[in-house]
């Protein structure tokens, strides 16, 4: 791959605009996070006081810099960026990170302040994300330029695209804290001065790294482009949007009926929908969905089945499959006949599994990995939800046949969750997903991830 | 583009129109190929009574002009007139409410039957450009507001998508004994006017409510074409 993107992406060298010795700086913070995540390009330093930063020699102005530096990450406060823009360009850096807030976010003279910046962009023929942004992140490159404290950023196939200043911060500390699945490309839009959602989406579309593309977004600012760009990369790899503000979106004057109805957000609802990008809305799905397309492959469709040792969660669970577009198909004689002979004769197997029987009578494993191995081996099942009880005075089993599961089936996903005691599930999950199976905490939360997903699937390869 | 379709909005554009009347909005759909009722444009009792027997009983009376947008709430349609007496009371009533002050035509349509309604429409939306619109019409239309979006160009899989996408998308089907809609002929419906939305920058706003379900066939027996800037 080519293009200004890589200088993005995959930089061979960076500097740091507004390097800072003072520990907790952003100039510091990014200095260290760049380190901490193995970057081997060359990295320069730019600070008017000139000495040595994290053991590394100073330039006391950007002028001082070689020519030919990829990106340049810049510290310092909104007023200095359109001088440093400009500066920078005149260096020929051609990709820049703007981390400071206090442009159009904040009030009058920041609006002013942005659209300064937005002629030093234009003037000097460089790109820029940001401003007001944690910044990117690109582990194919062990690269980030965020300032906030990240450490090793783990790899994985999964690429976001934001428009929050949380997410190369605080949304990645969450995700590196309490999931256990990796990132590709991450971007914090900011301001969205410069470079937007298109255009990122677009090259992510073509990124053989990245699998799949989630997106938290409150505007979209080329939509044209955007659907016309959703259109064709919805075809290849998921596309999943969190929009944010649907609901302010009004309608122009209208005379007719038609031009009233389109209030509500209902043309962008439409112009997704058509483009293929699969909606959700709840900001935790961002990390729920994500974690299962980072483990286990697309459903083929909505054809769910579960195993729950609980009369409850059958009945529940099968309401609420329906109430979110899921079905709960009748499973084939010959899986229903499996899971019979482990069942004790007076409970009817069928979809829903009630497993409370077989656990009871051939052990915990042996009956719950046998009847995921026969549902997930069933032409009638796209998917399959592992409902599991722990408490201590139950026993708590090994979880490996869940493992060997997962390798077996790799065509069609399943994922756990739980009901009891907090403890067991909290060490279950943490057994289990670094091993490629997502446990959900919640017991709806597996449900709402395949609804999602088989939504995906109907664009994918049309 | 089609040049009659552009004479006829060229023609209200130069007379200052900001609409096209009922008559001019049906004919421009019909040269896109949206099914619309058969109709004649008379200005005397004399040819209303003419058009009527070659339409053939039971007739629709509407006053048509760019000026009424509103006929409905004015009490300017008479449905169901079963004869030229029926016919001639009607004209009368009508010529009666529009006022003195009236100088636009009549419009005389066939009676078009069916139980269900559904509406098309387009707007140019700020963001996405042309976008057209398929959902429940008639006076369903805003209490139930369930419509179904899609950017133009519309493809005939985005128009079949309109008409699965609505929550009471049930009522094409086969339901209480009433035949399935044909969805060919409402995606090509559908389909059309995106097709007029890309030809005509002019034209901001498109309603065609309602469409009749006649048989299985819809057909359009209201429209109304906005033009904008």
């Known amino acids: 791959m080519t293009g200004i993107m890589e200088n993005f992406f995959a930089p061979k060298s960076v500097a740091v605009i507004g390097a800072s010795a003072t520990t907790g700086k952003p100039g510091n913070v990014v200095i260290k996070n760049i380190r901490d995540n193995g970057f081997k390009g060359k990295l320069y330093l730019v600070n008017p006081r000139g000495g040595r930063i994290e053991g590394l020699a100073v330039c006391t102005s950007i002028d001082e810099l070689p020519h030919g530096i990829d990106q340049a990450i810049v510290t310092l406060p909104a007023v200095a960026a359109p001088d440093t823009v400009r500066a920078l360009g005149a260096r020929g850096i051609p990709a820049i990170v703007l981390a400071a807030s206090g442009f159009a976010e904040v009030d009058q003279m920041g609006e002013a302040l942005q659209a300064e910046l937005g002629a030093a962009i234009r003037e000097s023929g460089v790109r820029v994300i940001g401003p007001n942004t944690t910044g990117h992140v690109s582990t194919p490159a062990n690269f980030t330029s965020s300032f906030f404290p990240l450490g090793k950023v783990p790899g994985g196939h999964i690429s976001y695209i934001t428009q929050t200043g949380n997410f190369c911060g605080i949304s990645l500390r969450h995700i590196m804290s309490a999931e256990n699945f990796g990132v590709c490309r991450v971007v914090g839009l900011g301001n969205k001065v410069d470079v937007e959602e298109s255009e990122l989406l677009d090259y992510l579309g073509d990124d053989p790294e990245t699998h799949a593309i989630l997106l938290y977004l409150e505007s979209i600012k080329y939509p044209k482009r955007f659907h016309r760009v959703a259109s064709r990369v919805t075809k290849k790899k998921p596309v999943i949007l969190l929009k944010g503000g649907a609901s302010d979106e009004g309608a122009a004057a209208a005379q007719a009926h038609t031009g009233s109805l389109a209030a509500n957000g209902r043309v962008v609802d439409g112009a997704m929908e058509q483009a293929g990008v699969t909606r959700i809305y709840k900001y935790s799905q961002l990390f729920h969905v994500a974690k299962a397309l980072a483990a286990m492959p697309v459903p083929a469709g909505n054809r769910v089945s579960f195993l729950s040792p609980s009369g409850a969660f059958t009945v529940c669970m099968t309401d609420y499959c329906r109430a979110i577009g899921l079905e709960v198909p009748q499973l084939e004689e010959i899986t229903r006949k499996r899971l019979q002979k482990f069942a004790p004769p007076f409970i009817r197997m069928r979809n829903p599994v009630d497993i409370f029987g077989s656990a009871g009578l051939v052990g915990y494993e042996k009956a719950y990995g046998d009847a995921l191995d026969a549902v997930l081996s069933d032409r009638n099942i796209d998917a399959a939800v592992v409902i599991m009880m722990l408490t201590t005075e139950s026993g708590i089993p090994g979880y490996d046949f869940l493992v060997k599961l997962a390798r077996k089936h790799r065509g069609k996903p399943f994922y756990v969750t739980f009901m009891g005691q907090h403890e067991h599930n909290v060490a279950a999950k943490a057994y289990l997903e670094p091993r490629g199976v997502p446990c959900y905490m919640q017991v709806e939360e597996p449900f709402e991830v395949l609804s999602v997903l088989s939504r995906c699937r109907r664009s994918l390869g049309r | ?229």
């Open chain 2, 1 to 229: 583009m089609n040049t009659r379709a552009a004479r006829i909005i060229q023609a209200a554009r130069a007379a200052g129109q900001t609409t096209l009347s009922e008559y001019d909005s049906k004919r421009v759909l019909k040269l896109y190929g949206v099914p619309t009722s058969k109709e004649v444009l008379v200005t005397s009792q004399t040819a209303a009574r003419t058009a009527a027997s070659k339409i053939g009983y039971p007739v629709v009376l509407k006053a048509c002009s760019a000026d009424v947008t509103h006929k409905t709430e004015l009490g300017l349609v008479a449905v169901g007139l079963g004869t030229g007496k029926e016919l001639m009371e009607a004209f009368r009533l009508i010529r009666k409410r529009a006022g003195p002050d009236y100088d636009g035509a009549w419009l005389v349509q066939e009676m078009v039957s069916g139980q269900r309604e559904v509406m098309i429409g387009m707007v140019r939306d700020a963001q996405f450009g042309p976008s057209v619109m398929f959902g429940l019409g008639g006076i369903f239309t805003e209490i139930l507001q369930d419509v179904s979006f899609r950017v133009a160009p519309v493809r005939k899989r985005d128009a079949l998508d309109m008409m699965a996408a609505i929550r009471a998308h049930r009522i094409l089907d086969g339901v209480r004994g009433m035949k399935p809609v044909d969805r060919h002929v409402m995606a090509q419906a559908i389909m059309a006017l995106g097709r007029i939305g890309l030809d005509f920058p002019e034209i901001s706003e498109i309603d065609v409510n309602p469409m009749i379900i006649r048989g299985s066939r819809p057909v359009a027996v209201d429209g109304l074409i906005v033009l904008g800037e």
